[in-house]
């Protein structure tokens, strides 16, 4: 990292912003051509699960090249300055790798979809329809590296509570 004094290496921080992000983009490559999609996603155990539809670009490239990039932001805004040169972003954001694979088992879909639910909804179910998890895609990407960057906020050792 070109600014290692912002470099996130707390743990909690690490998990804080996987748990409050929105979104979750996801880089792939085909053919040496790149792709980056905004997801849905819940993070656990390592691993981030991503809801899609069965079929698509994305599909067709992670079959393809199953190793991705994502990143993702917490906290972001706009820092204004007197002078134009002085405006700034303030945010906390990870840039992570990993390889993608679909969940097939239907037992594991209800435990992705339940993630995702409880994320977004604050709810989960305890059943699904056989169509609706016929009709829906699960992307596991078990997370194999990660790096974390801050920018106008106090040290992510102290920081990370909604409350800050």
């Known amino acids: 990292m070109k600014r290692p004094e912002k470099q996130i290496m707390d743990e909690d921080m690490f998990q804080t912003i996987l748990s409050e992000s929105i979104v979750c983009r996801i880089g792939m490559c085909?053919?040496?051509?790149?792709?980056?999609?905004?997801?849905?996603?819940?993070?656990?155990?390592?691993?981030?699960?991503?809801h899609a539809a069965r079929e698509g670009k994305k599909l067709d490239m992670m079959a393809e090249n199953p190793f991705v990039c994502f990143e993702m932001e917490y906290k972001t805004e706009v820092s204004p300055a007197?002078?134009?040169?002085?405006?700034?972003?303030?945010?906390y954001s990870i840039i992570g790798w990993?390889?993608?694979?679909?969940?097939?088992?239907?037992?594991?879909?209800?435990?992705?979809?339940?993630?995702?639910?409880?994320k977004y909804a604050g709810e989960t179910n305890e059943?699904?329809?056989?169509?609706?998890?016929n009709k829906v895609a699960i992307i596991k990407v078990e997370i194999t590296e990660m790096t974390g960057k801050f920018s106008g906020y106090p040290?992510?050792?102290?920081?990370?509570s909604e409350n800050d």
Do not use: R
């Open 127 to 133: 059943s699904y329809p056989d169509q609706v998890l």
């Open 82 to 91: 007197p002078t134009s040169c002085g405006w700034s972003m303030k945010y």
């Open 30 to 50: 085909q053919d040496n051509v790149p792709y980056v999609v905004p997801m849905n996603f819940a993070y656990h155990d390592n691993a981030l699960y991503l």
């Open 98 to 118: 990993g390889n993608a694979s679909m969940v097939t088992d239907p037992e594991d879909k209800i435990k992705a979809l339940n993630l995702l639910m409880d």
């Open 155 to 160: 040290k992510p050792s102290t920081c990370g």
